[in-house]
Nanobody
């Protein structure tokens, strides 16, 4: 059974940092792109960042570019999201996902496996 488990969320003040982790079990996704999405209360789920299968290519939503960094360690079946200079508008549930593609993609449609989410709350 494939499982994606996020951790690292929590409450932080504006301007602070958090590092999210996503550990995959049940199979390896070292040949697949992975990504992070987020969903704020009352809003749809939106793309945050994605990374290709090898980690050599990344893409970001404009709202997080320059503040967030996505990375992966295929040997550990783990993906990360380093979030710096957090703002109140970053408050959301953050989901990690594994894509069926090798290239990084911002299309939710391309992702077949999802974690349960981790709450990030930024106080202003």
């Amino acid at each position: 059974q494939v499982q994606l488990v996020e951790s690292g969320g929590g409450l932080v003040q504006a301007g602070g940092s958090l590092r999210l982790s996503c550990v995959v079990s049940g199979r390896t996704f070292s040949s697949n792109a992975m990504g992070w999405f987020r969903q704020a209360p009352g809003k749809e789920r939106w793309f945050v960042a994605a990374i290709n299968w090898s980690g050599s290519s990344t893409s970001y939503a404009n709202s997080v570019k320059g503040r967030f960094t996505i990375s992966r360690d295929n040997a550990k079946n783990t993906m990360y999201l380093q979030m710096n200079s957090l703002k109140a508008e970053d408050t959301a549930v953050y989901y990690c996902a594994a894509s069926r593609t090798r290239s990084d993609t911002d299309r939710e449609f391309d992702y077949d496996y999802w974690g349960q989410g981790t709450q990030v709350t930024v106080s202003s």
